[in-house]
């Protein structure tokens, strides 16, 4: 009996961990909690795929804030 790859795939995608192809979720970043909206959602325009990501990634903006 041979195996359709689509009914194999069915069964062994859902066992496949990965984020999500959208999430939208709160802020708790907390350079980013005054900002006028609370929810943030990834993966973002910079390609983050979670809030972590993007809080290292800022740090490295840390000094432009200091000269605005």
Do not use: W
């Not at 993966?43 to 903006?61: C, S």
Request: net charge negative.
């Amino acid at each position: 009996m041979e195996r359709s790859p689509f009914l194999l795939a069915c069964i062994l995608l859902p066992l496949v961990r990965g984020h999500s192809l959208f999430t939208c979720e709160p802020i708790t970043v907390p350079r980013c909690m005054k900002m006028t909206y609370n929810m943030t959602f990834f993966p973002n325009l910079m390609g983050h795929y979670d809030q972590g990501i993007a809080a290292v990634e800022m740090g490295n903006f840390c000094g432009l804030e200091l000269a605005i």
